[in-house]
Protein backbone atom coordinates (compact mmCIF):
# COMPACT_ATOMS: atom_id res chain seq x y z
CA UNK A 1 0.00 0.00 0.00
CA UNK A 2 0.96 3.70 -0.48
CA UNK A 3 0.43 6.29 2.11
CA UNK A 4 -0.75 9.80 1.03
CA UNK A 5 1.01 12.33 3.00
CA UNK A 6 -0.34 15.04 2.05
CA UNK A 7 -2.77 16.22 5.76
CA UNK A 8 -5.78 17.03 3.84
CA UNK A 9 -6.28 14.33 1.93
CA UNK A 10 -9.37 12.31 2.25
CA UNK A 11 -8.96 8.62 0.94
CA UNK A 12 -4.99 9.01 1.39
CA UNK A 13 -4.66 4.86 0.86
CA UNK A 14 -3.30 3.66 -2.83
CA UNK A 15 -2.45 1.22 -4.29
CA UNK A 16 1.29 -0.73 -4.27
CA UNK A 17 3.54 0.93 -6.96
CA UNK A 18 1.47 4.28 -7.32
CA UNK A 19 3.13 7.56 -8.12
CA UNK A 20 0.37 10.18 -7.95
CA UNK A 21 -2.65 9.94 -5.08
CA UNK A 22 -6.33 8.64 -6.60
CA UNK A 23 -7.72 11.44 -4.38
CA UNK A 24 -5.91 14.53 -4.12
CA UNK A 25 -3.00 13.75 -6.59
CA UNK A 26 -0.28 14.66 -4.43
CA UNK A 27 3.20 12.80 -5.03
CA UNK A 28 3.52 9.61 -3.24
CA UNK A 29 7.18 9.04 -3.40
CA UNK A 30 9.51 11.64 -1.28
CA UNK A 31 12.32 12.54 -3.05
CA UNK A 32 11.89 9.87 -5.80
CA UNK A 33 12.56 7.06 -3.05
CA UNK A 34 10.77 7.19 -0.21
CA UNK A 35 6.62 5.37 -0.25
CA UNK A 36 5.03 5.97 2.91
CA UNK A 37 3.13 2.53 3.78
CA UNK A 38 0.87 3.46 6.73
CA UNK A 39 0.95 5.63 9.75
CA UNK A 40 2.32 5.08 13.03
CA UNK A 41 1.38 7.58 14.88
CA UNK A 42 0.46 11.56 15.12
CA UNK A 43 0.53 15.00 17.44
CA UNK A 44 0.01 18.66 17.43
CA UNK A 45 3.07 19.18 15.30
CA UNK A 46 3.98 16.01 12.85
CA UNK A 47 2.94 12.79 11.69
CA UNK A 48 5.10 9.51 11.72
CA UNK A 49 5.19 6.99 9.21
CA UNK A 50 6.17 3.44 8.63
CA UNK A 51 8.23 3.59 4.88
CA UNK A 52 10.21 2.23 2.39
CA UNK A 53 13.60 3.44 0.79
CA UNK A 54 12.77 2.26 -2.75
CA UNK A 55 15.55 3.20 -3.78
CA UNK A 56 17.82 0.20 -2.98
CA UNK A 57 17.12 -3.39 -4.02
CA UNK A 58 16.39 -5.15 -0.39
CA UNK A 59 13.40 -2.04 -0.08
CA UNK A 60 14.55 -1.10 4.07
CA UNK A 61 11.84 -0.30 6.21
CA UNK A 62 12.27 3.37 7.48
CA UNK A 63 10.21 5.93 9.49
CA UNK A 64 9.10 9.23 7.80
CA UNK A 65 8.60 12.31 10.38
CA UNK A 66 6.49 15.15 8.68
CA UNK A 67 6.51 18.22 10.39
CA UNK A 68 3.11 20.25 10.09
CA UNK A 69 2.13 22.48 13.16
CA UNK A 70 -1.48 22.73 13.14
CA UNK A 71 -1.11 26.44 14.23
CA UNK A 72 1.02 28.63 12.11
CA UNK A 73 3.37 31.27 13.68
CA UNK A 74 2.84 30.49 17.43
CA UNK A 75 5.31 30.47 19.74
CA UNK A 76 4.61 26.80 20.41
CA UNK A 77 4.90 26.13 16.96
CA UNK A 78 7.86 27.56 16.51
CA UNK A 79 9.66 25.81 19.36
CA UNK A 80 8.50 22.72 17.83
CA UNK A 81 9.91 23.62 14.30
CA UNK A 82 13.51 24.31 16.29
CA UNK A 83 13.08 20.70 17.74
CA UNK A 84 12.19 19.15 14.71
CA UNK A 85 15.22 20.31 12.82
CA UNK A 86 17.23 20.32 15.86
CA UNK A 87 16.91 15.92 16.02
CA UNK A 88 18.11 16.12 12.21
CA UNK A 89 21.23 18.24 13.47
CA UNK A 90 21.70 15.53 16.66
CA UNK A 91 21.56 12.55 14.68
CA UNK A 92 23.99 13.92 12.54
CA UNK A 93 26.25 14.54 14.99
CA UNK A 94 26.36 11.44 16.81
CA UNK A 95 27.17 9.18 13.60
CA UNK A 96 26.81 5.49 13.63
CA UNK A 97 25.75 4.18 16.76
CA UNK A 98 23.81 0.80 17.08
CA UNK A 99 21.55 1.54 19.80
CA UNK A 100 20.65 5.38 18.29
CA UNK A 101 18.52 5.32 14.69
CA UNK A 102 20.42 6.58 12.09
CA UNK A 103 19.55 9.63 9.95
CA UNK A 104 19.26 9.09 6.17
CA UNK A 105 17.60 12.68 5.49
CA UNK A 106 16.05 15.61 6.15
CA UNK A 107 14.69 18.00 3.56
CA UNK A 108 11.61 19.82 2.39
CA UNK A 109 8.82 18.91 0.33
CA UNK A 110 5.94 20.56 -0.70
CA UNK A 111 5.73 22.88 2.03
CA UNK A 112 6.56 20.51 4.46
CA UNK A 113 9.73 19.19 6.14
CA UNK A 114 11.00 15.52 6.41
CA UNK A 115 13.07 13.65 8.40
CA UNK A 116 13.92 10.38 7.46
CA UNK A 117 15.68 7.42 9.90
CA UNK A 118 16.05 4.02 10.64
CA UNK A 119 12.92 2.09 11.72
CA UNK A 120 13.77 0.50 14.93
CA UNK A 121 11.63 -2.72 15.34
CA UNK A 122 10.11 -3.33 18.56
CA UNK A 123 7.99 -2.24 21.57
CA UNK A 124 8.82 0.98 24.11
CA UNK A 125 9.45 0.01 27.57
CA UNK A 126 6.37 2.42 28.45
CA UNK A 127 4.23 -0.42 25.96
CA UNK A 128 6.89 -3.40 27.36
CA UNK A 129 5.57 -1.91 30.93
CA UNK A 130 2.04 -1.89 30.02
CA UNK A 131 2.32 -5.41 28.75
CA UNK A 132 4.62 -7.34 31.45
CA UNK A 133 3.82 -5.75 34.56
CA UNK A 134 7.02 -4.26 36.79
CA UNK A 135 10.35 -4.85 35.43
CA UNK A 136 12.66 -7.08 37.83
CA UNK A 137 15.83 -7.15 39.61
CA UNK A 138 17.50 -8.52 36.74
CA UNK A 139 15.83 -6.76 33.93
CA UNK A 140 16.92 -3.22 35.49
CA UNK A 141 20.58 -4.52 35.54
CA UNK A 142 20.22 -5.41 32.17
CA UNK A 143 18.65 -2.20 31.22
CA UNK A 144 21.58 -0.11 32.92
CA UNK A 145 24.04 -2.35 31.38
CA UNK A 146 22.90 -2.05 28.16
CA UNK A 147 21.55 1.78 28.24
CA UNK A 148 25.00 3.58 30.21
CA UNK A 149 27.20 2.88 27.31
CA UNK A 150 24.99 4.74 25.11
CA UNK A 151 24.82 7.33 27.59
CA UNK A 152 28.46 7.82 27.57
CA UNK A 153 28.63 7.64 23.94
CA UNK A 154 25.94 10.84 23.90
CA UNK A 155 27.92 12.56 26.34
CA UNK A 156 31.52 12.01 24.80
CA UNK A 157 30.63 13.91 22.21
CA UNK A 158 28.95 16.97 24.35
CA UNK A 159 25.11 15.92 23.94
CA UNK A 160 22.73 15.59 26.63
CA UNK A 161 19.56 13.54 25.62
CA UNK A 162 17.23 15.47 28.55
CA UNK A 163 14.35 13.46 27.46
CA UNK A 164 15.33 9.91 29.03
CA UNK A 165 11.97 8.16 29.68
CA UNK A 166 10.24 4.34 29.17
CA UNK A 167 8.53 5.69 25.74
CA UNK A 168 11.96 6.80 24.24
CA UNK A 169 13.42 3.45 24.87
CA UNK A 170 12.60 0.67 22.52
CA UNK A 171 13.94 -2.93 22.39
CA UNK A 172 14.92 -4.23 19.14
CA UNK A 173 13.22 -7.22 17.68
CA UNK A 174 16.06 -8.89 16.18
CA UNK A 175 14.83 -11.68 14.09
CA UNK A 176 13.50 -10.49 10.58
CA UNK A 177 10.29 -12.70 10.87
CA UNK A 178 6.74 -10.56 11.01
CA UNK A 179 6.10 -8.63 13.87
CA UNK A 180 4.63 -10.93 16.70
CA UNK A 181 5.48 -10.43 20.11
CA UNK A 182 5.29 -13.02 22.71
CA UNK A 183 5.49 -11.60 26.20
CA UNK A 184 7.04 -11.89 28.66
CA UNK A 185 10.14 -13.02 26.28
CA UNK A 186 10.51 -10.02 24.51
CA UNK A 187 14.60 -9.33 24.29
CA UNK A 188 16.84 -7.42 22.19
CA UNK A 189 18.91 -4.59 22.24
CA UNK A 190 17.45 -1.40 24.00
CA UNK A 191 17.62 1.35 21.13
CA UNK A 192 17.50 4.85 22.89
CA UNK A 193 15.33 7.54 20.32
CA UNK A 194 14.12 10.99 20.44
CA UNK A 195 16.97 13.22 20.05
CA UNK A 196 14.52 16.30 19.78
CA UNK A 197 15.17 17.56 23.05
CA UNK A 198 18.83 17.06 22.96
CA UNK A 199 21.37 20.14 23.73
CA UNK A 200 24.97 20.16 22.87
CA UNK A 201 26.90 21.46 25.59
CA UNK A 202 28.67 24.72 24.99
CA UNK A 203 28.39 25.80 28.71
CA UNK A 204 27.05 23.81 31.67
CA UNK A 205 26.03 27.03 33.52
CA UNK A 206 24.24 28.39 30.45
CA UNK A 207 20.40 28.70 31.28
CA UNK A 208 18.48 27.59 28.44
CA UNK A 209 14.81 26.16 27.55
CA UNK A 210 13.14 23.98 30.09
CA UNK A 211 12.46 20.73 27.86
CA UNK A 212 11.63 17.21 29.18
CA UNK A 213 8.73 14.75 30.50
CA UNK A 214 7.67 16.47 34.00
CA UNK A 215 8.16 13.19 35.75
CA UNK A 216 11.14 12.33 35.08
CA UNK A 217 12.93 16.11 34.33
CA UNK A 218 15.90 16.67 36.82
CA UNK A 219 15.58 19.69 39.33
CA UNK A 220 18.39 21.81 38.00
CA UNK A 221 16.88 21.08 34.19
CA UNK A 222 13.45 22.39 35.31
CA UNK A 223 15.42 25.75 35.72
CA UNK A 224 17.10 25.38 32.40
CA UNK A 225 20.25 24.28 33.26
CA UNK A 226 20.67 20.64 32.20
CA UNK A 227 23.93 18.80 32.44
CA UNK A 228 25.41 15.29 31.95
CA UNK A 229 24.47 14.16 35.67
CA UNK A 230 20.66 15.09 34.29
CA UNK A 231 20.21 12.16 32.36
CA UNK A 232 21.04 10.03 35.04
CA UNK A 233 18.39 11.26 37.21
CA UNK A 234 16.01 10.88 34.29
CA UNK A 235 17.53 6.93 33.61
CA UNK A 236 17.69 6.61 37.34
CA UNK A 237 13.62 7.43 37.82
CA UNK A 238 12.97 5.39 34.31
CA UNK A 239 14.21 2.54 36.59
CA UNK A 240 12.37 2.96 39.65
CA UNK A 241 8.80 3.92 37.61
CA UNK A 242 9.66 -0.26 35.20
CA UNK A 243 10.47 -1.38 39.13
CA UNK A 244 7.29 -0.37 40.73
CA UNK A 245 5.32 0.82 37.62
CA UNK A 246 3.36 3.66 40.08
CA UNK A 247 3.82 7.57 38.50
CA UNK A 248 7.64 8.93 39.66
CA UNK A 249 5.09 12.13 41.35
CA UNK A 250 3.59 9.52 43.61
CA UNK A 251 6.86 7.46 44.23
CA UNK A 252 8.48 11.59 46.11
CA UNK A 253 7.07 12.49 49.21
CA UNK A 254 6.99 16.40 49.16
CA UNK A 255 6.66 16.77 52.51
CA UNK A 256 9.08 14.45 53.29
CA UNK A 257 11.34 15.32 50.67
CA UNK A 258 12.51 12.16 50.20
CA UNK A 259 11.91 9.01 47.32
CA UNK A 260 9.67 6.37 48.76
CA UNK A 261 9.37 4.22 46.15
CA UNK A 262 10.32 1.18 48.04
CA UNK A 263 6.97 1.32 49.54
CA UNK A 264 5.47 0.34 46.48
CA UNK A 265 7.85 -2.67 45.47
CA UNK A 266 6.34 -5.86 45.08
CA UNK A 267 9.27 -7.33 45.65
CA UNK A 268 12.62 -6.57 47.60
CA UNK A 269 15.73 -5.68 45.55
CA UNK A 270 19.50 -5.98 46.59
CA UNK A 271 20.39 -3.20 48.81
CA UNK A 272 23.24 -2.05 46.72
CA UNK A 273 21.78 -1.66 43.38
CA UNK A 274 19.14 0.19 45.80
CA UNK A 275 21.63 2.62 46.91
CA UNK A 276 22.80 2.87 43.28
CA UNK A 277 19.43 3.94 42.08
CA UNK A 278 19.15 6.33 45.11
CA UNK A 279 22.52 8.38 44.12
CA UNK A 280 21.07 8.42 40.54
CA UNK A 281 18.38 10.08 41.70
CA UNK A 282 19.63 12.47 44.21
CA UNK A 283 17.81 15.95 44.01
CA UNK A 284 21.44 17.61 44.78
CA UNK A 285 23.90 17.51 42.22
CA UNK A 286 26.33 17.19 44.72
CA UNK A 287 25.26 14.03 45.80
CA UNK A 288 24.39 12.49 42.69
CA UNK A 289 26.82 10.62 40.05
CA UNK A 290 28.40 12.98 37.88
CA UNK A 291 29.09 10.48 35.06
CA UNK A 292 28.11 7.54 33.41
CA UNK A 293 31.61 6.16 34.50
CA UNK A 294 30.89 6.57 38.31
CA UNK A 295 27.77 4.46 37.85
CA UNK A 296 28.81 1.74 35.83
CA UNK A 297 31.84 1.44 38.55
CA UNK A 298 29.18 1.05 41.35
CA UNK A 299 27.31 -1.30 39.12
CA UNK A 300 30.41 -4.12 38.51
CA UNK A 301 31.19 -3.70 42.24
CA UNK A 302 27.95 -4.84 42.82
CA UNK A 303 27.65 -7.63 40.22
CA UNK A 304 30.67 -8.79 41.25
CA UNK A 305 29.93 -9.39 45.11
CA UNK A 306 27.65 -11.95 44.10
CA UNK A 307 29.57 -13.73 41.42
CA UNK A 308 30.23 -17.06 41.56
CA UNK A 309 27.24 -18.55 43.52
CA UNK A 310 24.78 -18.64 40.80
CA UNK A 311 22.47 -16.90 43.08
CA UNK A 312 21.32 -12.95 43.40
CA UNK A 313 24.37 -10.71 44.47
CA UNK A 314 23.41 -10.57 47.83
CA UNK A 315 19.99 -11.93 49.97
CA UNK A 316 17.26 -9.60 49.32
CA UNK A 317 16.03 -8.26 53.07
CA UNK A 318 13.12 -7.56 54.11
CA UNK A 319 12.32 -3.95 53.36
CA UNK A 320 10.27 -2.01 56.45
CA UNK A 321 7.71 -0.06 55.63
CA UNK A 322 7.41 3.70 57.23
CA UNK A 323 5.24 3.97 59.57
CA UNK A 324 1.78 5.31 58.71
CA UNK A 325 -0.51 7.82 60.35
CA UNK A 326 -2.65 5.34 62.48
CA UNK A 327 -6.66 4.67 61.85
CA UNK A 328 -9.06 4.90 64.49
CA UNK A 329 -11.40 2.54 63.48
CA UNK A 330 -15.04 1.65 66.10
CA UNK A 331 -14.36 5.16 68.33
CA UNK A 332 -16.39 6.37 70.49
CA UNK A 333 -17.30 9.26 72.01
CA UNK A 334 -15.65 10.05 75.70
CA UNK A 335 -17.81 12.96 77.73
CA UNK A 336 -14.07 13.95 79.00
CA UNK A 337 -12.73 16.79 77.37
CA UNK A 338 -14.40 15.87 73.67
CA UNK A 339 -11.71 13.43 73.02
CA UNK A 340 -12.49 10.30 71.06
CA UNK A 341 -11.11 6.92 72.71
CA UNK A 342 -10.79 3.95 70.57
CA UNK A 343 -12.47 0.67 71.90
CA UNK A 344 -10.59 -2.03 70.01
CA UNK A 345 -6.57 -1.83 69.43
CA UNK A 346 -5.50 1.01 66.79
CA UNK A 347 -4.09 -0.44 63.69
CA UNK A 348 -1.41 0.11 61.68
CA UNK A 349 -2.32 1.34 57.74
CA UNK A 350 0.06 -0.29 54.98
CA UNK A 351 0.53 2.74 52.28
CA UNK A 352 -1.94 2.20 49.84
CA UNK A 353 -1.00 1.91 46.28
CA UNK A 354 -0.90 5.04 44.10
CA UNK A 355 -3.04 5.04 41.16
CA UNK A 356 -0.91 4.55 37.81
CA UNK A 357 -1.60 7.20 35.16
CA UNK A 358 -1.30 6.35 31.65
CA UNK A 359 -2.56 8.28 28.20
CA UNK A 360 -5.88 6.42 27.06
CA UNK A 361 -6.38 8.88 23.76
CA UNK A 362 -4.76 11.96 22.42
CA UNK A 363 -7.42 14.09 20.95
CA UNK A 364 -6.60 16.24 17.55
CA UNK A 365 -8.65 18.30 16.25
CA UNK A 366 -8.04 22.27 17.03
CA UNK A 367 -6.08 24.49 14.43
CA UNK A 368 -4.94 26.24 17.71
CA UNK A 369 -4.38 26.36 21.57
CA UNK A 370 -6.60 24.54 23.56
CA UNK A 371 -7.67 27.01 26.80
CA UNK A 372 -10.58 24.82 28.81
CA UNK A 373 -11.55 21.20 29.18
CA UNK A 374 -14.73 19.50 31.33
CA UNK A 375 -16.41 16.22 31.26
CA UNK A 376 -19.91 15.27 30.85
CA UNK A 377 -22.29 14.02 34.49
CA UNK A 378 -21.83 10.71 32.95
CA UNK A 379 -17.88 10.85 31.77
CA UNK A 380 -18.73 9.56 28.13
CA UNK A 381 -18.40 13.44 26.46
CA UNK A 382 -15.40 15.45 26.25
CA UNK A 383 -15.93 19.51 25.60
CA UNK A 384 -13.07 21.15 24.38
CA UNK A 385 -12.68 25.41 24.10
CA UNK A 386 -10.08 26.58 21.78
CA UNK A 387 -8.30 30.28 20.73
CA UNK A 388 -9.86 28.61 17.01
CA UNK A 389 -12.66 30.18 18.52
CA UNK A 390 -14.64 26.25 18.06
CA UNK A 391 -16.05 24.03 21.05
CA UNK A 392 -14.85 20.07 19.77
CA UNK A 393 -17.22 17.22 21.48
CA UNK A 394 -15.20 14.66 21.51
CA UNK A 395 -16.55 10.74 22.33
CA UNK A 396 -13.74 9.39 25.29
CA UNK A 397 -15.29 5.87 24.02
CA UNK A 398 -13.63 5.73 20.59
CA UNK A 399 -11.35 8.98 21.48
CA UNK A 400 -12.75 10.58 18.43
CA UNK A 401 -14.44 13.62 17.75
CA UNK A 402 -18.32 13.63 17.76
CA UNK A 403 -19.10 17.25 16.56
CA UNK A 404 -17.87 21.14 16.05
CA UNK A 405 -19.91 23.61 17.65
CA UNK A 406 -19.23 27.23 16.19
CA UNK A 407 -20.34 30.54 17.56
CA UNK A 408 -17.97 32.33 19.39
CA UNK A 409 -16.45 35.22 17.06
CA UNK A 410 -13.11 34.91 19.43
CA UNK A 411 -11.47 32.65 21.37
CA UNK A 412 -13.17 30.72 23.70
CA UNK A 413 -12.24 30.28 27.69
CA UNK A 414 -14.50 28.20 29.28
CA UNK A 415 -16.90 25.78 28.83
CA UNK A 416 -18.91 23.39 31.44
CA UNK A 417 -21.82 21.33 31.05
CA UNK A 418 -24.99 21.46 32.81
CA UNK A 419 -25.96 18.33 36.01
CA UNK A 420 -28.05 16.70 33.57
CA UNK A 421 -25.59 16.82 30.93
CA UNK A 422 -28.34 18.21 28.42
CA UNK A 423 -26.57 21.42 27.78
CA UNK A 424 -23.44 22.79 27.97
CA UNK A 425 -22.34 27.20 28.55
CA UNK A 426 -19.10 28.62 27.24
CA UNK A 427 -17.67 31.90 28.02
CA UNK A 428 -14.97 33.57 25.27
CA UNK A 429 -12.43 36.74 24.51
CA UNK A 430 -15.62 38.11 23.00
CA UNK A 431 -17.37 38.86 26.38
CA UNK A 432 -20.38 36.78 25.65
CA UNK A 433 -21.78 33.67 27.31
CA UNK A 434 -23.29 30.74 25.02
CA UNK A 435 -25.69 28.25 25.87
CA UNK A 436 -25.80 25.03 23.68
CA UNK A 437 -28.71 22.47 23.27
CA UNK A 438 -26.76 19.48 23.41
CA UNK A 439 -29.70 17.05 22.66
CA UNK A 440 -29.63 18.81 19.60
CA UNK A 441 -25.98 19.85 18.86
CA UNK A 442 -26.85 23.27 18.09
CA UNK A 443 -26.56 26.89 19.98
CA UNK A 444 -29.88 27.62 21.91
CA UNK A 445 -29.09 31.59 23.01
CA UNK A 446 -26.50 33.96 23.86
CA UNK A 447 -26.05 35.84 27.31
CA UNK A 448 -24.63 39.66 27.27
CA UNK A 449 -23.63 41.87 30.21
CA UNK A 450 -19.89 41.16 30.96
CA UNK A 451 -17.38 44.39 29.39
CA UNK A 452 -14.81 42.46 28.83
CA UNK A 453 -13.36 38.53 28.82
CA UNK A 454 -15.02 35.42 30.54
CA UNK A 455 -13.25 33.44 32.27
CA UNK A 456 -15.48 30.97 34.18
CA UNK A 457 -19.12 29.91 33.94
CA UNK A 458 -20.18 27.14 36.55
CA UNK A 459 -24.18 25.49 36.82
CA UNK A 460 -25.80 25.54 40.48
CA UNK A 461 -26.82 22.44 41.36
CA UNK A 462 -30.16 22.46 40.02
CA UNK A 463 -29.14 23.81 36.78
CA UNK A 464 -31.28 26.86 37.07
CA UNK A 465 -28.58 29.26 37.30
CA UNK A 466 -25.44 29.89 35.82
CA UNK A 467 -22.30 31.90 37.63
CA UNK A 468 -19.46 33.23 34.75
CA UNK A 469 -16.33 35.20 36.22
CA UNK A 470 -15.38 38.24 33.76
CA UNK A 471 -11.79 39.85 33.98
CA UNK A 472 -14.01 43.02 34.17
CA UNK A 473 -13.67 41.91 38.21
CA UNK A 474 -17.69 40.55 38.73
CA UNK A 475 -19.47 37.59 38.92
CA UNK A 476 -23.02 37.52 36.62
CA UNK A 477 -25.87 35.43 38.42
CA UNK A 478 -28.34 34.20 35.61
CA UNK A 479 -31.06 32.69 35.65
CA UNK A 480 -31.72 30.32 32.58
CA UNK A 481 -35.32 29.66 32.65
CA UNK A 482 -36.07 33.46 31.69
CA UNK A 483 -32.55 33.84 29.74
CA UNK A 484 -31.90 36.72 31.99
CA UNK A 485 -29.15 38.33 34.84
CA UNK A 486 -30.08 38.08 38.16
CA UNK A 487 -27.60 40.25 39.62
CA UNK A 488 -23.87 40.71 39.89
CA UNK A 489 -21.73 40.43 42.69
CA UNK A 490 -18.44 42.93 42.73
CA UNK A 491 -15.58 43.56 44.92
CA UNK A 492 -12.53 41.87 43.33
CA UNK A 493 -10.11 44.38 43.53
Given at each position: ???????????????????????????????????????????????????????????????????????????????????????????????????????????????????????????????????????????????????????????????????????????????????????????????????????????????????????????????????????????????????????????????????????????????????????????????????????????????????????????????????????????????????????????????????????????????????????????????????????EMWKLETGRRWYTLTGHSDWVTCVAFSPDGASLASGGRDKMIHIWDLNKGKWWYALAGHSDRVSAVAFSRDGQVLASGSRDKTVQLWNLNKGRRMSALSGHA
Open positions: MSYCLNPACQNPQNADRTQFCLNCGSKLLLRERYRAIKPLGRGGFGRTFLAIDEDKPSKPRCAIKQFFPLSQGTSSSEKAAELFNREAVRLDELGKHPQIPELLAHFQQERYQYLVQEFIEGQNLQEELARTGPFSQSQILSLLKDLLPVLQFVHDRSVIHRDIKPPNIIRRRISQTPIIYTYPTLTGELVLVDFGAAKVVEGLRETGTVIGSPEFVAPEQIRGQAVYASDLYSLGVTCIYLLTQISPFDLFDINRDVWVWRDFLKVPIDPKLSRILDKMVESSLSRRYKSVAEVLKDLQSQQSAGAGTGAPPLPAPKISVPQRTPVVQNAVPSTVAGTIIPVPPMQRVVPARAPTWRCVHTLVGHSNAVTSVAFSPDGAILASGSEDKTI
